[in-house]
């Protein structure tokens, strides 16, 4: 995951260094398949027609397989947010 991931700019480097840890866990802890897309559209931003081909599925399934991906991220870093405002 590239470091110069955007996450809590202006924050102190901990946080900022804590806040990509748990982008990165989060990547990690989706399966496979959401992994995959996730990374190729929300990272490497490559065109959904592109990870189509790559992955031998249709441009829909990707469009949904990154939603869903989103979702999952979305769900994760929320509950993560959640245990440093109870901190």
Known sequence: MPEDLPC??????????ETRERIRTAFEELPAKYRLV???????EEPYNDIAAAAGISVALV?????R?????RKKLNSFAMEVDAK
Not at 38 to 44: G, P, Q
Not at 69 to 73: D, F, G, S, V, Y
């Open 8 to 17: 809590a700019t202006g924050a102190d480097p901990a946080v900022r260094r």
């Open 69 to 73: 991906a989103i979702r999952m991220l």
């Open 38 to 44: 996730a990374t190729l559209s929300l990272i490497e």
């Open 63 to 67: 469009k949904v397989r990154v939603f």
